[in-house]
Protein backbone atom coordinates (compact mmCIF):
# COMPACT_ATOMS: atom_id res chain seq x y z
CA UNK A 1 0.00 0.00 0.00
CA UNK A 2 1.07 3.65 -0.81
CA UNK A 3 2.51 6.30 2.18
CA UNK A 4 0.09 6.70 4.19
CA UNK A 5 0.60 10.57 6.68
CA UNK A 6 2.20 9.92 9.87
CA UNK A 7 -1.33 10.96 11.95
CA UNK A 8 -3.11 7.91 9.99
CA UNK A 9 -3.82 4.62 11.05
CA UNK A 10 -5.04 2.29 9.30
CA UNK A 11 -6.79 -1.18 11.48
CA UNK A 12 -8.00 -4.24 8.86
CA UNK A 13 -10.73 -6.73 10.64
CA UNK A 14 -11.38 -9.91 9.12
CA UNK A 15 -15.06 -8.93 8.82
CA UNK A 16 -18.10 -6.16 10.10
CA UNK A 17 -18.24 -7.79 13.24
CA UNK A 18 -14.58 -7.31 14.16
CA UNK A 19 -14.43 -4.30 12.72
CA UNK A 20 -17.58 -3.27 15.27
CA UNK A 21 -15.52 -4.64 17.92
CA UNK A 22 -12.28 -2.68 16.84
CA UNK A 23 -14.40 0.58 16.80
CA UNK A 24 -16.24 -0.04 20.30
CA UNK A 25 -12.99 -0.70 21.72
CA UNK A 26 -11.52 2.90 20.81
CA UNK A 27 -14.31 4.88 21.70
CA UNK A 28 -14.77 2.84 24.84
CA UNK A 29 -11.26 4.19 25.48
CA UNK A 30 -11.72 7.60 24.60
CA UNK A 31 -14.80 7.74 27.00
CA UNK A 32 -12.95 5.84 29.89
CA UNK A 33 -10.31 8.87 29.32
CA UNK A 34 -12.93 11.69 29.03
CA UNK A 35 -16.26 10.43 30.38
CA UNK A 36 -17.84 13.85 29.20
CA UNK A 37 -16.85 13.45 25.58
CA UNK A 38 -18.60 14.96 22.63
CA UNK A 39 -19.04 12.88 19.70
CA UNK A 40 -20.27 13.48 16.50
CA UNK A 41 -22.25 10.05 15.22
CA UNK A 42 -23.08 9.32 11.77
CA UNK A 43 -25.95 7.34 10.52
CA UNK A 44 -26.02 5.07 7.77
CA UNK A 45 -25.27 1.24 7.85
CA UNK A 46 -21.61 0.38 8.81
CA UNK A 47 -21.96 2.12 12.26
CA UNK A 48 -24.92 0.01 12.94
CA UNK A 49 -23.20 -3.13 13.93
CA UNK A 50 -20.67 -0.95 16.16
CA UNK A 51 -23.98 0.71 18.26
CA UNK A 52 -25.13 -2.11 18.13
CA UNK A 53 -21.95 -3.74 20.39
CA UNK A 54 -21.64 0.08 22.40
CA UNK A 55 -24.99 -0.74 23.85
CA UNK A 56 -24.34 -4.22 24.47
CA UNK A 57 -21.41 -2.89 26.68
CA UNK A 58 -23.41 -0.35 28.59
CA UNK A 59 -26.37 -2.94 29.11
CA UNK A 60 -23.62 -5.25 30.67
CA UNK A 61 -22.06 -2.17 32.92
CA UNK A 62 -18.56 -2.65 31.12
CA UNK A 63 -19.15 1.00 29.53
CA UNK A 64 -21.01 4.26 30.78
CA UNK A 65 -21.99 6.71 28.59
CA UNK A 66 -24.34 8.69 30.90
CA UNK A 67 -22.03 11.97 30.60
CA UNK A 68 -21.05 11.68 26.56
CA UNK A 69 -22.46 14.50 24.26
CA UNK A 70 -23.86 12.98 21.00
CA UNK A 71 -23.77 15.57 18.54
CA UNK A 72 -25.79 14.86 15.08
CA UNK A 73 -23.66 14.93 12.12
CA UNK A 74 -26.34 15.30 9.07
CA UNK A 75 -30.10 15.43 8.71
CA UNK A 76 -32.44 15.33 5.62
CA UNK A 77 -34.63 18.75 5.50
CA UNK A 78 -38.41 18.93 5.50
CA UNK A 79 -39.15 15.97 7.65
CA UNK A 80 -41.58 15.94 10.42
CA UNK A 81 -39.71 14.51 13.80
CA UNK A 82 -42.14 11.53 13.57
CA UNK A 83 -41.26 10.79 9.79
CA UNK A 84 -39.17 7.27 9.59
CA UNK A 85 -36.87 8.64 7.25
CA UNK A 86 -35.23 11.39 9.96
CA UNK A 87 -31.67 10.56 10.81
CA UNK A 88 -32.38 12.60 13.89
CA UNK A 89 -34.67 9.69 15.04
CA UNK A 90 -32.40 7.48 13.70
CA UNK A 91 -29.39 8.47 16.21
CA UNK A 92 -31.57 8.22 18.73
CA UNK A 93 -33.10 4.90 18.19
CA UNK A 94 -29.26 3.24 17.38
CA UNK A 95 -27.25 5.06 19.38
CA UNK A 96 -28.35 7.75 22.11
CA UNK A 97 -31.24 5.32 23.66
CA UNK A 98 -29.49 2.24 23.71
CA UNK A 99 -26.20 3.81 25.13
CA UNK A 100 -28.18 5.34 27.73
CA UNK A 101 -26.92 9.06 26.71
CA UNK A 102 -28.56 12.05 27.82
CA UNK A 103 -26.78 14.49 25.96
CA UNK A 104 -27.07 16.12 22.55
CA UNK A 105 -27.07 18.71 20.04
CA UNK A 106 -28.96 18.54 17.24
CA UNK A 107 -28.52 19.74 14.38
CA UNK A 108 -31.42 21.89 13.55
CA UNK A 109 -30.59 25.50 12.53
CA UNK A 110 -26.58 25.94 11.47
CA UNK A 111 -25.38 29.03 13.68
CA UNK A 112 -27.14 27.46 16.82
CA UNK A 113 -25.70 24.38 15.84
CA UNK A 114 -22.07 25.59 15.53
CA UNK A 115 -22.70 27.75 18.66
CA UNK A 116 -23.54 24.77 20.46
CA UNK A 117 -20.75 22.62 20.06
CA UNK A 118 -17.95 25.79 20.10
CA UNK A 119 -19.56 25.85 23.96
CA UNK A 120 -18.97 22.44 24.54
CA UNK A 121 -15.22 22.70 23.91
CA UNK A 122 -15.26 21.30 20.11
CA UNK A 123 -15.63 17.74 19.28
CA UNK A 124 -13.55 15.30 20.66
CA UNK A 125 -14.32 12.49 18.35
CA UNK A 126 -15.96 12.60 14.81
CA UNK A 127 -17.51 8.72 13.68
CA UNK A 128 -17.80 9.12 9.95
CA UNK A 129 -18.65 6.71 7.24
CA UNK A 130 -17.65 6.66 3.95
CA UNK A 131 -20.20 7.91 1.48
CA UNK A 132 -19.82 6.11 -2.19
CA UNK A 133 -18.94 8.90 -3.52
CA UNK A 134 -16.80 10.25 -1.00
CA UNK A 135 -18.85 12.38 1.37
CA UNK A 136 -18.65 12.87 4.44
CA UNK A 137 -22.03 13.25 6.42
CA UNK A 138 -23.77 15.26 3.77
CA UNK A 139 -20.59 16.95 2.73
CA UNK A 140 -20.78 16.01 -0.91
CA UNK A 141 -17.92 16.29 -3.63
CA UNK A 142 -16.68 19.11 -3.87
CA UNK A 143 -16.81 20.38 0.03
CA UNK A 144 -13.27 22.41 0.37
CA UNK A 145 -11.80 22.29 3.51
CA UNK A 146 -13.61 25.16 4.82
CA UNK A 147 -17.06 24.15 4.12
CA UNK A 148 -19.36 25.52 6.90
CA UNK A 149 -22.08 23.33 9.01
CA UNK A 150 -24.95 24.21 6.16
CA UNK A 151 -27.90 22.96 4.03
CA UNK A 152 -27.29 21.04 0.67
CA UNK A 153 -28.53 19.47 -2.53
CA UNK A 154 -28.01 16.15 -2.54
CA UNK A 155 -26.13 14.17 -5.61
CA UNK A 156 -27.53 11.71 -7.78
CA UNK A 157 -25.05 9.27 -6.12
CA UNK A 158 -26.10 9.81 -2.29
CA UNK A 159 -29.87 9.45 -2.99
CA UNK A 160 -29.23 6.09 -4.66
CA UNK A 161 -27.15 5.37 -1.48
CA UNK A 162 -29.81 6.57 1.03
CA UNK A 163 -32.60 4.88 -1.07
CA UNK A 164 -31.75 1.63 0.47
CA UNK A 165 -32.82 2.76 4.18
CA UNK A 166 -35.97 3.94 3.46
CA UNK A 167 -37.88 0.64 1.91
CA UNK A 168 -39.16 2.54 -0.54
CA UNK A 169 -39.88 5.56 0.58
CA UNK A 170 -38.32 8.65 -1.61
CA UNK A 171 -35.23 10.13 -0.17
CA UNK A 172 -35.28 13.99 0.42
CA UNK A 173 -33.55 15.85 -2.06
CA UNK A 174 -32.22 18.63 0.24
CA UNK A 175 -29.93 17.99 3.78
CA UNK A 176 -28.11 20.03 6.18
CA UNK A 177 -24.63 18.78 7.19
CA UNK A 178 -21.97 19.40 9.97
CA UNK A 179 -19.49 21.63 8.02
CA UNK A 180 -15.96 20.13 6.81
CA UNK A 181 -14.48 22.69 9.08
CA UNK A 182 -16.38 21.40 12.14
CA UNK A 183 -15.27 17.75 11.05
CA UNK A 184 -11.67 18.50 10.52
CA UNK A 185 -10.96 20.37 13.71
CA UNK A 186 -12.35 17.08 15.94
CA UNK A 187 -9.63 16.52 18.06
CA UNK A 188 -9.60 12.40 16.51
CA UNK A 189 -11.22 11.71 13.62
CA UNK A 190 -12.68 7.78 13.10
CA UNK A 191 -13.37 6.17 9.51
CA UNK A 192 -15.63 3.05 9.64
CA UNK A 193 -15.40 1.29 6.22
CA UNK A 194 -17.14 -2.29 5.77
CA UNK A 195 -17.90 -4.15 2.24
CA UNK A 196 -16.19 -4.32 -1.34
CA UNK A 197 -18.14 -1.87 -2.67
CA UNK A 198 -16.36 0.66 -0.54
CA UNK A 199 -12.98 -0.69 -1.86
CA UNK A 200 -12.24 1.70 -4.62
CA UNK A 201 -13.43 4.67 -2.59
CA UNK A 202 -11.46 3.87 0.07
CA UNK A 203 -7.75 3.43 -1.90
CA UNK A 204 -8.91 6.85 -3.67
CA UNK A 205 -9.81 8.23 0.16
CA UNK A 206 -6.16 6.93 1.66
CA UNK A 207 -4.14 7.13 -1.61
CA UNK A 208 -4.78 9.40 -4.21
CA UNK A 209 -4.65 12.98 -3.82
CA UNK A 210 -6.39 14.98 -0.95
CA UNK A 211 -8.95 17.06 -2.93
CA UNK A 212 -12.33 18.40 -1.89
CA UNK A 213 -13.60 16.35 -4.72
CA UNK A 214 -13.43 13.69 -2.32
CA UNK A 215 -14.40 15.49 0.82
CA UNK A 216 -12.96 12.33 2.73
CA UNK A 217 -9.28 12.63 1.70
CA UNK A 218 -9.30 15.82 3.60
CA UNK A 219 -9.25 13.76 6.80
CA UNK A 220 -5.99 12.86 6.21
CA UNK A 221 -4.93 16.31 7.62
CA UNK A 222 -6.57 15.11 10.89
CA UNK A 223 -5.60 12.63 13.74
CA UNK A 224 -7.82 9.67 11.76
CA UNK A 225 -8.07 6.29 12.48
CA UNK A 226 -9.44 4.20 9.38
CA UNK A 227 -11.24 0.85 10.65
CA UNK A 228 -12.36 -1.51 7.53
CA UNK A 229 -12.45 -4.52 6.76
CA UNK A 230 -10.85 -6.89 4.60
CA UNK A 231 -13.65 -6.87 2.22
CA UNK A 232 -12.91 -2.98 2.03
CA UNK A 233 -9.53 -3.12 1.58
CA UNK A 234 -7.78 -6.51 0.51
P1 LIG B 1 -23.30 3.51 4.71
O1 LIG B 1 -23.31 5.06 4.34
O2 LIG B 1 -22.67 3.40 6.06
O3 LIG B 1 -24.76 3.13 4.74
O4 LIG B 1 -22.52 2.81 3.66
C1 LIG B 1 -22.16 5.82 4.45
C2 LIG B 1 -22.42 7.21 3.92
O5 LIG B 1 -23.13 7.37 2.93
O6 LIG B 1 -21.89 8.17 4.49
Redesign the pocket.
Known amino acids: MGNLPAGVTLKIEADAQALAHAAADLICAAVQQKPDLSILV ?7 PTYAELARRAAAGQADFSRVTAVQLDEYLGLTDDDPRSLWGWMQRSFVAPLGITRTIRLHVPEEFDRDVAALGGLDLAL ?6 G ?3 FNEPPSPPESPTRTVTLTPE ?1 LE ?2 R ?2 WNGLAVPTGAMTAGMNLILSARQTVL ?1 V ?2 A ?2 RGILRCTLEGDQTPNLPASLLRRTALTVIADEAAWL
Open positions: ATGNTPMLGLGPNHLGSSNVYLSGHK
